[in-house]
């Protein structure tokens, strides 16, 4: 694990990938001064003032502890049965939905909150849309990329950024 400063033409690229699937809103200006906390060549947590985000392989995604981006993104509920296996990397299945919040499409990024106290417990990419996933009773409906007790997650705690 290692932090470093990430070169502006690679912030650029990040800034422009993030815009792909990020609504410019939530984004700062530019990612001048991004920092990277890199946990292995595919993981690592981005940093800039308060911004935090999760890159997974190609794919950014929210830090679950920024609050103020998560709630830009459509999230779904589910049941206290599917918790432990969400916060063990396993993706959200049909069963485990209780209420989809706000419609999303296939590949879009969706946030994982449990139903008792609506508290995200993950992040990750639709696999099919809000609407198809309402007529199903089973199949994996979001793959999981970053959950509470990740790799990131921890590191960030041991850090102290959370």
Not at 80 to 104: E, L, Y
């Amino acid at each position: 694990m290692k932090t470093r400063s990430v070169p502006r033409e690679e912030a650029d690229e990040i800034y422009n990938k993030m815009l792909k699937t990020w609504s410019k809103e939530i984004l700062p200006k530019r990612l001048k001064g991004l920092l990277a906390l890199e946990l292995d060549d595919k993981k690592a947590l981005l940093m800039l003032d308060d911004f935090r985000a999760v890159k997974v392989g190609d794919k950014f995604v929210p830090f679950l502890a920024d609050v103020k981006r998560l709630n830009a993104f459509p999230y779904l509920l589910v049941d206290a049965g599917a918790v432990r296996f969400i916060c063990n990397g396993a993706d959200v299945m049909r069963p485990g939905i209780k209420a989809f919040s706000t419609p999303f499409n296939k590949g879009d990024i969706v946030v994982v909150k449990e139903e008792r106290f609506q508290k995200a417990i993950a992040v990750g990419e639709a696999n099919i849309s809000s609407l198809e996933a309402q007529l199903l009773t089973k199949g994996s409906v979001v793959s999981t990329l970053h959950y509470v007790g990740d790799r990131v997650w921890e590191a960030a705690k041991e850090k102290g950024i959370i």
